[in-house]
């Protein structure tokens, strides 16, 4: 869309990258579908100065004005990012609003442990311990270390019935679990009246993708940081990313929503790094022409970007090799 508002000639818009799986021709754009599922590419005529000879020479990029370039690199790193606010604004609008309330939900229950032996679900609300109303984490979570070894009977609100379950902490639980085995808290998910629910989703999502997206730069600054001190990062690749969806997508469609808007926040993060063949890349020239006054030597841009190439793919490889060695030493 950006490319054609300025006037450059489309080439391809494929999902994933090549090599090519299926494409069609629809006016003078091809549409594809690639084998490589690690986001997408728009080829655009002319991104190189090489490429931009002929009759067409007039709808190429690189004959474009700066703002013109800099609109179409920025383009794709805007979809990933207002892709991942609609993900999830979706979600939040559909699964209620995350806010503090005044009472405490079972959030999440530890296979194997106390809680789940007795029939307590994720998404209960808890009323009391042994009739003593409790509404506060830290008097849960204290109660039960103190009640490690004895029954205790905690009564909760599921589906708008109440229901009392007996069970009995434990006095030495894993590491991370407690004495029941559940995570609790006072942040639960609200509803408001249907014509709300999107105004406020989009709200949270808003502020979801900046989270996200915050987090993922200070990631990214702590990997470099641990690169230099010998410590290996922990970064999947398509074969990780594949495995990381299936087993989202077996919780159901709206964790897997959610996955998809993280998904994106991270492309977009990627492609903004200043590095060679990113898009973020190609703005650092840009930026470097608005400098200096004066363009790059298109060999030497088109080197770089070669280079910038090889050495994602390289890496890319050697994150594919590491994802399967994982998965077969059963990571």
């Known amino acids: 869309m ?3 508002k300025v006037g450059a000639k ?17 006016g003078e754009t091809i549409y594809s579908i690639n084998w490589l599922p690690i986001g997408g590419f728009v080829r655009v005529f002319g991104e190189q100065e090489a490429d931009a000879e002929g009759s067409s ?25 207002l892709l991942g606010i609609a993900a999830f604004s979706l979600f939040y609008s559909v699964n209620g609003i995350p806010q503090e309330v005044d009472y405490i939900s079972i959030q999440a229950i530890a296979p ?14 808890v009323l009391s311990i042994d009739n003593q109303p409790v509404t506060e984490v ?68 808003i502020q979801e993708a900046y989270g996200w997206t915050r987090l993922m ?13 010998g410590v290996r990062p922990e970064v999947a690749g398509p074969v990780g990313i594949y495995q990381i969806t299936s087993t989202v997508a077996a919780e159901g469609i709206w964790p897997l929503i959610k996955f998809i808007g993280i998904l994106s926040i991270n492309l977009g993060v990627i492609n ?53 060695l994982r998965i077969v030493r059963g990571g």
């Open 112 to 125: 194997n442990s106390p809680a789940q032996t007795a029939g307590l679900q994720a998404g209960d609300k």
């Open 272 to 324: 903004i790094l200043p590095f060679p063949a990113l898009d973020g890349g190609r703005l650092v020239f840009i930026g470097i022409e608005s400098v200096t006054g004066k363009r790059v030597k298109p060999k030497i841009e088109a080197y770089v970007n070669m280079v910038g190439m090889i050495l994602l793919l390289s890496l890319m490889a050697l994150i594919t090799v590491g994802d399967i």
């Open 138 to 205: 830290s008097d849960f979570v204290t109660y039960m270390k103190d009640k490690g070894g004895q029954q205790v009977a905690i009564t909760v609100t599921r589906d708008s019935s109440q229901q009392t379950y007996t069970l009995t902490p434990r006095q030495n639980p894993p590491e991370g679990e407690g004495a029941l085995g559940v995570l609790v808290s006072n942040i639960d998910q609200v509803y408001y009246s249907p014509w709300e629910m999107p105004f406020r989703g989009t709200w949270v999502g």
């Open 57 to 81: 020479s007039h709808r190429a990029l690189f004959n474009k004005s700066k703002p013109q370039r800099a609109l179409v690199m920025v383009a794709g790193v805007v979809m990933n990012l």
């Open 217 to 229: 730069v200070e990631s990214l600054g702590q990997m470099v940081t641990q690169a230099f001190q």
């Open 10 to 26: 489309v080439e391809e818009f494929g999902f994933g990258f090549p090599p090519r799986m299926i494409g069609k021709k629809i």
């Open 2 to 4: 950006a490319a054609r």
